[in-house]
């Protein structure tokens, strides 16, 4: 009798002296048993049992993050430049043992290059600041919730169904007979307590039903999670309903995506989160703009930092390690963006890496502040003893007040008054911002006006505060602490 690893062995071969390109399909196929004859050859080595346990570790490090995961490859899947494209996230909690999340997007489908760095844990093939992910580890999170992910993509636009790359992590039942046709039916046992499941993908042999209809329905690629117990739909669930809370808003930094669905179950309405924008005015590297997201408008300020400057300052960091080399392939210039309110209560502070980070990552003002900062690997805090982190909060002090001076003449004054505030009053902890605010030569307080002048804004330098029998200027007025409530 031949052994299977032999068998595997002769297969493999055969398949790779086939010319030419190989089928999705044939391409799955050839990735998992390569990838299991590697794991045959020295079964006695820790180092596959070493990676499942790193891959269950990192996943169990983004339980709360999911679905913020899972928005954030759909929005990278969709290019920088091409028009804006739409995501759809579903639940039905009613499809299968415990309900089953769905993950729809619009942008490039699945290529060879995609498959292979989403089987590999690390392997990203995205460039820093090119795309929201870019360690390569975030699809891991989708195994807090569901044992067996599946995927289903386009060859191109213009397929009428998912006929490129679709597979599946397998339920043992599925990859027991995955094994057995391929004559290793015999080293199933061992392969699935072994490996990691990321290594284990097999190729689709049907489609479900609602993933036929996202087909007609034009979207590119779907992820497809049978969510694996109560706990796991209790979680989903949870965090749809943040999403779609829009507190803060998850679209406002995402200019790639038109449209953003979230529906918690097929028989309610789902909720569209959209975002629209109008550019007020353009100065230099400065654009100010509104935008709407919801019932919720916004003063956006976006302030563009050339790529040289960023790579010199990221090749200091790679030099004194505080940055890993990854980022010497950092793509184009960056953005950092500021957002304050355009009408009613001020925002509670939050800082962004193009989705919103951590509950306690608060911006240093009632507002929102996006850069890409090198973050922790979950992306809920932004790492400490990092230049460009110092440089890219630094920039946004500039931005702040470069924003506040166009929208005195951009906003109608009622919404210049909170806007401007809102942006240059800081944390009174940030001695750099007030000392920049302070001695601006810019008229940033709305005054009440004197007669005989006309002027309803004045600098810091020149403004009096009237505390009863007492004047005040805001420096004098900061320094006794009279302003703290403000952020002085």
Request: hydrophobic share 40%; charged share 20%; aromatic share 6%.
């Amino acid at each position: 009798m031949i052994d299977g690893r032999d068998s595997l062995l002769g297969r493999v071969a055969n398949t790779e002296a086939i010319a030419g390109p190989v089928s999705p399909h044939e391409h799955i196929r050839r990735e998992t048993l390569e990838r299991i004859q590697h794991f045959l050859s020295k079964p006695q080595l820790r180092v596959y049992r070493d990676l499942k346990g790193m891959c269950e570790r990192v996943s169990d490090s983004y339980r709360d993050r999911v679905v913020v995961e899972l928005l954030q490859n759909a929005h990278d899947a969709h290019p920088a430049g091409a028009p804006p494209g739409r995501i759809r996230i579903a639940l039905d909690p009613n499809e299968g043992a415990c309900g089953t999340l769905y993950v729809a997007n619009e942008g490039a489908g699945f290529a060879q290059r995609n498959f292979d760095a989403l089987c590999s844990p690390t392997l990203t093939t995205k460039n820093v600041n090119e795309a929201i992910g870019n360690k390569g580890v975030g699809f891991l999170s989708v195994f807090q919730v569901s044992s067996h992910p599946e995927v289903y993509s386009r060859l191109s636009d213009t397929s009428g169904t998912f006929d490129g790359y679709c597979f599946g992590f397998a339920a043992d039942g599925t990859l027991r007979t995955f094994l057995e046709t391929e004559e290793l039916g015999d080293h199933a046992d061992q392969i699935i307590a072994s490996m990691p499941r990321l290594y284990l993908a097999c190729p689709a042999s049907s489609f479900p039903v609602a993933v036929q209809k996202l087909a007609s329905e034009r979207f590119v690629t779907v992820i497809r999670l049978p969510l694996k117990s109560d706990d796991a739909l209790t979680a989903v669930q949870r965090q749809l309903a943040l999403l779609s809370a829009q507190t803060p808003p998850v679209q406002l930094f995402l200019p790639r995506i038109k449209e953003l669905s979230v529906s918690m179950d097929p028989t309610i309405a789902a909720t569209v989160l959209e975002r629209h924008c109008e550019v007020l005015q353009v100065l230099d590297d400065t654009r100010l703009l509104k935008a709407r997201c919801g019932i919720r408008s916004f003063i956006v300020a976006e302030k563009t930092v050339p790529h040289q400057t960023m790579l010199d300052i990221i090749l200091r960091d790679i030099a004194a390690e505080a940055l890993p080399e990854a980022w010497e392939d950092w793509t184009g210039d960056a953005i950092v963006s500021i957002a304050v309110a355009a009408h009613g209560d001020p925002l509670e502070p939050r800082l962004y890496n193009f989705l919103p980070m951590g509950e306690g990552a608060k911006a240093p003002f009632s507002g929102y502040l996006d850069a890409p900062f090198f973050a922790t690997l979950d992306r809920l805090r932004v790492q400490d003893g990092v230049e460009v982190n110092t440089f890219l909060l630094d920039t946004a002090r500039q931005l702040a007040l470069d924003a506040a001076a166009l929208a005195l003449t951009s906003l109608s004054r009622s919404e210049a008054r909170q806007a401007v505030l809102d942006l240059v009053l800081w944390n009174k902890t940030d001695a750099a911002m007030r000392e920049r605010v302070l001695t601006s030569a810019v008229p940033l307080v709305p005054t009440v006006p004197v007669l005989g002048r006309s002027e309803d804004w004045a600098t810091f330098q020149k403004a009096k505060i009237w505390n009863g029998d007492v004047f005040l200027s805001p420096p004098l007025g900061c320094s006794s602490h009279r302003l703290s409530h403000r952020g002085c």
